[in-house]
C-alpha cells in the first residue's frame, strides 16, 4: 500500500471511530455492521449476567472486540474467495487490528452531552444524525482505497460489485438486523428509529462519498478512430464503432462508443484530447447495464 492510501485508510478508521465512540455510544445508541452486532451482543450479555457494564467499559469493550472478530472470521474467508486477496488482506489489518485499536483509544467524558444524567431527544437526534454522517464518510473512505470495514460490509461489496447494485441500499437491507436487535434489547421505539435513522443516512453518504456502481456512458465524435480507439483497450476497455457525418461540415467522421466508471472519466476525457484535440465527447449518466462490464472497484483487489 502506498502513501496515500494509507492516509486515506487511517483518517477514514478515525473518522468513523469518532463517529460511534463520540457520537453514538454516549446517547446509547449502536452502529451498524458486525460492529453494531458486536455492541449488540456485549449489551445482552450484560443483561443476562447482570454485570452493570457501561458501553465505554474496557471489559465491554473487550467482548465487544472479541465478538468482531470471531463473527469476522468467516466473512473475511469469503472475501479471499470471492473478491480478491489484496482487498481482504487490507479489510483484515483494518477490521482486527486498526478499528479495534482506535475504538479503544478514543473516547469522551458521556456527561458532556447528558442533561442531569438523561439523554434529552435532542442529543439523541443530533448525536444520531452527526455520528451516522461521520461513520458513513469514514466507510466511504475506506472502501475508496480498496476495501472496507469488514463484517457486512463485504458481503454488500460482493453484492455491488457482481450483481451492479448500490452498496447503500445493500448495506441497509443487511443491516436491518442491527435495528430489530435493538428494539429487543432496549424495548423502546425512539431508539429503534434512531437506529434506522442513522442506517438511511451512513447509506447515502457512502454511496456519495464512492459509489463505485455509477457509469457513464462516453459518445466520442473523432477523425482519429484508431488511436482513440487503442487508448482504450489499453485502459481495459472496449468500445464500438459507427460511422458518422458531420450536420454543419457534412463531413465524415466516426462515433466511438464505450462505458466506463465515474472514476475513470477524468483520465479519459485527457488520454481522448491526447489523441484528438479536436474529438467531440459527449458524456451520459448511465443507470444499468446487462452483460460482460468489468468494476474499476475489482483491478485494486
Given at each position: 500500500?502506498?502513501?496515500?492510501?494509507?492516509?486515506?485508510?487511517?483518517?477514514?478508521?478515525?473518522?468513523?471511530?469518532?463517529?460511534?465512540?463520540?457520537?453514538?455510544?454516549?446517547?446509547?445508541?449502536?452502529?451498524?455492521?458486525?460492529?453494531?452486532?458486536?455492541?449488540?451482543?456485549?449489551?445482552?450479555?450484560n443483561i443476562i449476567f447482570n454485570i452493570n457494564l457501561t458501553q465505554n467499559d474496557s471489559t465491554f469493550l473487550l467482548i465487544q472486540t472479541l465478538t468482531y472478530w470471531i463473527m469476522n472470521l468467516p466473512i473475511i474467508i469469503l472475501g479471499f474467495k470471492k473478491i480478491g486477496r489484496k482487498f481482504t488482506l487490507k479489510?483484515?489489518?483494518?477490521?482486527?487490528?486498526?478499528?479495534?485499536?482506535?475504538?479503544?483509544?478514543?473516547?469522551?467524558?458521556?456527561?458532556?452531552?447528558?442533561?442531569?444524567?438523561?439523554?434529552?431527544?435532542?442529543?439523541?437526534?443530533?448525536?444520531?444524525?452527526?455520528?451516522?454522517?461521520?461513520?458513513?464518510?469514514?466507510?466511504?473512505?475506506?472502501?475508496?482505497?480498496?476495501?472496507?470495514?469488514?463484517?457486512?460490509?463485504?458481503?454488500?461489496?460482493?453484492?455491488?460489485?457482481?450483481?451492479?447494485?448500490?452498496?447503500?441500499?445493500?448495506?441497509?437491507?443487511?443491516?436491518?438486523?442491527?435495528?430489530v436487535w435493538s428494539l429487543l434489547l432496549t424495548h423502546d421505539i425512539t431508539t429503534g428509529v434512531m437506529i434506522l435513522l442513522t442506517l438511511f443516512i451512513q447509506s447515502y453518504i457512502?454511496?456519495?462519498?464512492?459509489?463505485?456502481?455509477?457509469?457513464?456512458?462516453?459518445?466520442?465524435?473523432?477523425?482519429?478512430?484508431?488511436?482513440?480507439?487503442?487508448?482504450?483497450?489499453?485502459?481495459?476497455?472496449?468500445?464500438?464503432?459507427?460511422?458518422?457525418?458531420?450536420?454543419?461540415?457534412?463531413?465524415?467522421?466516426?462515433?466511438?462508443?464505450?462505458?466506463?466508471?465515474?472514476?475513470?472519466?477524468?483520465?479519459?476525457?485527457?488520454?481522448?484530447?491526447?489523441?484528438?484535440?479536436?474529438?467531440?465527447?459527449?458524456?451520459?449518466?448511465?443507470?444499468?447495464?446487462?452483460?460482460?462490464?468489468?468494476?474499476?472497484?475489482?483491478?485494486?483487489?
Amino acid at each position: 500500500m502506498n502513501k496515500k492510501m494509507i492516509s486515506k485508510i487511517l483518517v477514514g478508521a478515525i473518522i468513523y471511530v469518532i463517529g460511534i465512540n463520540i457520537f453514538l455510544t454516549p446517547v446509547g445508541l449502536f452502529t451498524t455492521g458486525l460492529m453494531g452486532i458486536s455492541q449488540e451482543f456485549a449489551a445482552t450479555i450484560n443483561i443476562i449476567f447482570n454485570i452493570n457494564l457501561t458501553q465505554n467499559d474496557s471489559t465491554f469493550l473487550l467482548i465487544q472486540t472479541l465478538t468482531y472478530w470471531i463473527m469476522n472470521l468467516p466473512i473475511i474467508i469469503l472475501g479471499f474467495k470471492k473478491i480478491g486477496r489484496k482487498f481482504t488482506l487490507k479489510t483484515l489489518i483494518i477490521s482486527f487490528f486498526v478499528i479495534p485499536f482506535f475504538i479503544n483509544v478514543i473516547s469522551i467524558d458521556h456527561s458532556l452531552i447528558l442533561d442531569n444524567g438523561n439523554v434529552t431527544l435532542a442529543a439523541e437526534m443530533l448525536s444520531a444524525i452527526t455520528g451516522s454522517i461521520l461513520i458513513g464518510a469514514g466507510m466511504g473512505l475506506i472502501i475508496s482505497s480498496g476495501a472496507c470495514i469488514g463484517g457486512t460490509d463485504i458481503l454488500a461489496i460482493y453484492m455491488s460489485v457482481f450483481k451492479g447494485k448500490s452498496f447503500g441500499s445493500l448495506n441497509l437491507a443487511i443491516n436491518m438486523i442491527v435495528v430489530v436487535w435493538s428494539l429487543l434489547l432496549t424495548h423502546d421505539i425512539t431508539t429503534g428509529v434512531m437506529i434506522l435513522l442513522t442506517l438511511f443516512i451512513q447509506s447515502y453518504i457512502v454511496d456519495m462519498v464512492y459509489n463505485y456502481n455509477s457509469k457513464t456512458t462516453l459518445l466520442i465524435f473523432t477523425k482519429k478512430a484508431e488511436l482513440v480507439g487503442e487508448y482504450i483497450l489499453e485502459q481495459g476497455r472496449t468500445y464500438n464503432v459507427l460511422d458518422s457525418k458531420t450536420g454543419f461540415t457534412k463531413e465524415n467522421n466516426n462515433l466511438i462508443i464505450t462505458i466506463v466508471n465515474k472514476d475513470e472519466i477524468k483520465d479519459f476525457k485527457y488520454g481522448i484530447k491526447q489523441c484528438d484535440p479536436f474529438a467531440f465527447v459527449d458524456l451520459i449518466v448511465t443507470d444499468s447495464i446487462e452483460g460482460n462490464f468489468q468494476n474499476t472497484y475489482l483491478r485494486g483487489l
